[in-house]
T-cell receptor, first 110, second 111 residues
Framework: RKEVEQDPGPFNVPEGATVAFNCTYS??????FFWYRQDCRKEPKLLMS???SGNEDGRFTAQLNRASQYISLLIRDSKLSDSATYLC???????????FGTGTRLKVLA | DVKVTQSSRYLVKRTGEKVFLECVQD?????MFWYRQDPGLGLRLIYF???????EKGDIPEGYSVSREKKERFSLILESASTNQTSMYLC??????????FGDGTRLSIL
């Protein structure tokens, strides 16, 4: 079992839709979680950190569920420009290791 | 803003050559990382460094070595390039428990 797992998609949604991705992690010692966005042939760029209490940044909301060991990303009012691959990342304190999921591909359709 | 700069965006080398990929960050981060990214496999950690002259093997270190002589610079070396090392190489830097910041990536082709 991979340490961090994501549904590869693609998720095809119309503009304006709300879409949610989940990401499960197997290492209960994971402390830090992040969502990255990666456009085709580009580097991953930090979208947002994920806090235990949940956090929001504009149309994006991230949640952490430690009991069930998953994190989620909700995108409201999808834009064409949201089309990308979304990577979730878990980090374990003291190990310097960050484990990346293989990404979920989102296509927002006009 | 954090700036992580990789020396080349695209690189073509021949089998058996020694290849150097350079990465420089300007935020005084202790931790630096080298990954490769291949379709369907995601990012895989090759090596990381948590201080000058310190290095740790990642998940796929075979065929690679690294050098960190200065805090801001982390070099990846392919000792004798092989075709299965054709990939996208990404450098990142961070402080502990903080998100990583990536360079633009180097698309390396080994012929």
């Amino acid at each position: 079992r991979k340490e961090v797992e994501q549904d590869p998609g693609p998720f095809n949604v119309p503009e304006g839709a709300t879409v949610a991705f989940n990401c499960t992690y197997s290492n209960s010692a994971s402390q830090s979680f992040f969502w990255y966005r990666q456009d085709c042939r580009k580097e991953p760029k930090l979208l947002m950190s994920v806090y235990s209490s949940g956090n929001e940044d504009g149309r994006f909301t991230a949640q952490l569920n430690r009991a069930s060991q998953y994190i989620s990303l909700l995108i409201r009012d999808s834009k064409l420009s949201d089309s990308a691959t979304y990577l979730c990342v878990g980090g374990t304190s003291g190990t310097y290791k960050y484990i990346f999921g293989t990404g979920t591909r989102l296509k927002v359709l006009a | 803003d954090v700036k992580v700069t990789q020396s080349s965006r695209y690189l073509v080398k021949r089998t058996g050559e020694k290849v150097f990929l350079e990465c420089v960050q300007d935020m005084d981060h202790e931790n630096m990382f080298w990954y490769r990214q291949d379709p369907g496999l995601g990012l895989r950690l090759i090596y990381f460094s948590y201080d000058v002259k310190m290095k740790e093997k990642g998940d796929i270190p075979e065929g690679y070595s690294v050098s960190r002589e200065k805090k801001e610079r982390f070099s990846l070396i392919l000792e004798s390039a092989s075709t299965n090392q054709t990939s996208m190489y990404l450098c990142a830097s961070t402080l502990e428990n903080q998100p990583q910041h990536f360079g633009d990536g180097t698309r390396l082709s080994i012929l």
